[in-house]
């Protein structure tokens, strides 16, 4: 499955690297050639204890040795942390950097990483602890095959990948991949509220909602039908699914999604300029 083998250190363990560690580790990616850094107690231990990976405090020393250094933490700490990072390491140790991180673009990251030439932005989401990620993959003109070949290897054994061209491709995969999940959390949430309005126990509601929506998303997966098919598979002519649909289009849904979607790049683009 994975044909290079290199050390890879995650700087910083929270729900993104736990979700990309999970889904490694479950595809036989050796524990102990992961280490993960984080500054609490708590989230070392979790880490070593349900993955069998190493820990460190100091990004530093957790840094030092690996061939990878995975860049995730939160996009406003980049900054110190990556500059931090290269003055206790003295210097970027041409090691290859890939940062998970939402509205920070490679020069930026070059400029934290005091001009460190290999850097692969990834755009990664949470189902990757199942296996079940989406990731997108940027790479500047000029980065080395085996650079690309590792990165997409890491992120495959996770789920599926994608490469941009351009490096704005990775704020239109935000928007499509990355915070989506959120999306369809949203809308599971508010069936399951409903449902539980009409008089069903939480633990039923849910049931009912999680068991569609797994069983719809298997069927866009394994089927070649337009997911436009497949809904009108499911809509009557004068039936209850009509009307529920044109609830859903009186309330312009198709709009609002866009509109959000629009929001999500905006709001990356904005982080680009702020970080
Ligand atoms: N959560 C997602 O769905 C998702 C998806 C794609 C990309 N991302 C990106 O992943 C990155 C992390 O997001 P997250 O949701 O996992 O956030 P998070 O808050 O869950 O995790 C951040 C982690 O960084 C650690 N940390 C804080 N300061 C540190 C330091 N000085 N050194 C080392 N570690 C430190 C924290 O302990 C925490 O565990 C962000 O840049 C985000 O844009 C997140």
Known sequence: MFDQQEKVTFIGGGNMARSIIGGLIKRGYPAHLITVTAPTDRTRQR???DFGVNTAEDN???????DVVVLAVKPQLLD??????????GGHGDKLYLSIAAGVTVDTLQAYLSGAPRIVRTMPNTPSLLGLGMTGLYAPTGTKQDDKLFSQSLMAAVGKV???EEEAGINHVIAAAGSAPAYFFLFMEAIQTEAENMGFDTETARLLVQQTAQGAAQMVTESD???????SQVTSKGGTTAEALRTFEEG??????AKAMRAAVARAEEMAKQF
């Not at 039908?225 to 809904?231: C, D, H, Q, W």
């Open 80 to 89: 110190i942390v990556c500059e931090r990072l290269v003055a206790d390491m």
């Open 225 to 231: 039908l337009p997911i436009s098919t497949l809904r």
């Open 252 to 257: 312009e849904l198709s709009t609002l999604v």
């Open 60 to 66: 530093a020393k957790g840094a030092k040795e690996a």
């Open 47 to 49: 880490m070593a204890d």
């Open 162 to 164: 994608v490469w941009v």
